[in-house]
């Protein structure tokens, strides 16, 4: 009598049923305060801002577009009540220097976490210890025209990053150029962000006592160091469009489109508009990440104020809000002064 027994085979070619093809990079780099982006008429038209020379932070955007800046001197000051309770600070400097260039100097300062209480499961109630999380990056630079319609530039920066007794610091760059084309009031800008090295967490709290054979009690009190991952820096590529038309000498219509491909996320677009009443008000609206996997961001706007001053000091204020949806919303101020 012979019998029959199944036989099961299983396909090795088969991917798990948690097997995902369709990822981005999104939250795979170190520093992601670099691409909050900073500047009340940015945020407010949808940080299309590649093309934009209206003040200091132009050097954010693309390093080229501080040598379009008007006067000798700008300076601005930038705040924004950022997500979850955190903040984001921006200092810009720009100084025109004939028959050389440009020159700027920036701070941008990322506040996470300020001074709370360290606890734990024997201390719940806190050990006395208190720590902070902050981001900082300081740059330096340089732009010029190299003809009548194309100016370039490079930002060079210094990036830190600090959690308690750990900081990871790095140093990187920022290169962009601006073109005007032969059609009045059309622009067109390239920008790279965030060309440097990797962040690597060092600090006081990664060393250990290590005892190699604890089976005959060797020293145990001697310390090794561990070392942590190194993450890159969000590496962005910014390539933008930008046109101001003049209808008259009261009204003024700007409109721009940038198109980025960040290191870690996936490919999207910033688009932006403004309009401009008898060069004192505007009104500015956009979008921010369309066409952005997973996108959070949306829709923008906000308004702004400019006048000259006694001494022709020219003087302006904005704000800008911006939609982030289920993570609610950020609100920016920026004051700037140009001379």
Same mark, same amino acid.
């Given at each position: 009598?012979?019998?029959? !027994?199944?036989?099961?085979? $299983?396909?090795?070619?088969?991917?798990?049923?948690?097997?995902?093809?369709?990822?981005?990079?999104?939250?795979? *780099?170190?520093?992601?305060?670099?691409? #909050?982006?900073?500047?009340?008429?940015?945020?407010?038209?949808?940080?299309?801002?590649? &093309?934009?020379?209206?003040? @200091?932070?132009? +050097?954010?955007?693309?390093?080229?577009? #501080?040598?379009?800046?008007? /006067?000798?001197?700008?300076?601005?000051?930038?705040?924004?009540?950022?997500?979850?309770?955190?903040?984001?600070?921006?200092?810009?400097?720009?100084?025109?220097?004939?028959?050389?260039?440009?020159?700027?100097?920036?701070?941008?300062?990322? $506040?996470?976490?300020?001074?709370?209480?360290?606890?734990?499961?024997?201390?719940?109630?806190? &050990?006395?210890?208190?720590?902070?999380?902050?981001?900082?990056?300081? /740059?330096?630079?340089?732009?010029?025209?190299?003809? @009548?319609?194309?100016?370039?530039?490079?930002?060079?920066?210094?990036?830190? $990053?600090?959690?308690?007794?750990?900081?990871?610091?790095? +140093?990187?760059?920022?290169?962009?150029?601006?073109?005007?084309?032969?059609?009045?009031?059309?622009?067109? @800008?390239? *920008?790279?962000?965030?060309?440097?090295?990797?962040?690597?967490?060092?600090?006081?709290? !990664?060393?250990?006592?290590?005892?190699?054979?604890?089976?005959?009690?060797?020293?145990?009190? !001697?310390?090794?160091?561990?070392?942590?991952?190194?993450?890159?820096?969000?590496? &962005?590529?910014?390539?933008?469009? /930008?046109?101001?038309?003049?209808?008259?000498? #009261?009204?003024?219509?700007?409109?721009?489109?940038?198109?980025?491909?960040? *290191?870690?996320?996936?490919?999207?677009?910033?688009?932006?508009?403004?309009?401009?009443?008898?060069?004192?008000?505007? #009104?500015?609206?956009?979008?921010?990440?369309?066409?952005?996997?997973?996108?959070?961001?949306?829709?923008?706007?906000?308004?702004?104020?400019?006048?000259?001053?006694?001494?022709?000091?020219?003087?302006?204020?904005?704000?800008?809000? @911006?939609?982030?949806?289920?993570?609610?919303?950020?609100?920016?101020?920026?004051?700037?002064?140009?001379?």
């Amino acid at each position: 009598m012979f019998y029959t !027994l199944p036989v099961f085979s $299983q396909e090795s070619d088969r991917p798990p049923d948690n097997f995902v093809e369709d990822v981005t990079n999104a939250g795979t *780099s170190a520093a992601a305060f670099l691409r #909050i982006g900073v500047g009340s008429r940015a945020q407010s038209m949808g940080n299309a801002a590649s &093309t934009f020379s209206s003040d @200091a932070t132009a +050097m954010y955007w693309n390093p080229a577009s #501080i040598a379009l800046l008007e /006067g000798d001197v700008s300076i601005v000051f930038d705040h924004t009540d950022w997500l979850i309770n955190t903040s984001l600070d921006y200092v810009g400097m720009v100084f025109q220097i004939p028959g050389v260039g440009s020159l700027g100097f920036s701070v941008l300062s990322f $506040q996470a976490i300020d001074k709370q209480p360290v606890r734990t499961i024997l201390e719940p109630e806190g &050990t006395g210890e208190f720590y902070s999380a902050s981001d900082l990056a300081i /740059g330096v630079t340089y732009s010029a025209l190299l003809t @009548a319609r194309f100016s370039a530039g490079v930002t060079g920066k210094y990036i830190r $990053q600090a959690l308690w007794n750990e900081s990871a610091s790095t +140093m990187a760059f920022d290169l962009g150029i601006i073109y005007h084309t032969r059609l009045e009031g059309l622009n067109l @800008a390239a *920008s790279i962000s965030n060309f440097g090295g990797n962040l690597e967490l060092e600090g006081r709290d !990664l060393k250990r006592p290590f005892d190699e054979d604890e089976g005959n009690f060797s020293n145990d009190q !001697l310390n090794v160091s561990l070392d942590t991952d190194q993450f890159t820096l969000p590496l &962005t590529f910014r390539f933008g469009l /930008g046109y101001v038309k003049q209808l008259g000498s #009261i009204h003024r219509i700007t409109m721009a489109v940038d198109l980025l491909n960040p *290191s870690d996320n996936s490919e999207s677009v910033n688009v932006g508009a403004e309009y401009t009443f008898w060069n004192t008000f505007s #009104i500015r609206s956009g979008f921010v990440a369309l066409f952005e996997k997973d996108r959070t961001g949306g829709s923008t706007f906000g308004v702004g104020v400019s006048r000259k001053l006694l001494g022709g000091i020219g003087f302006s204020s904005a704000y800008s809000y @911006a939609d982030w949806g289920i993570l609610n919303s950020t609100h920016r101020v920026t004051i700037s002064i140009n001379r």
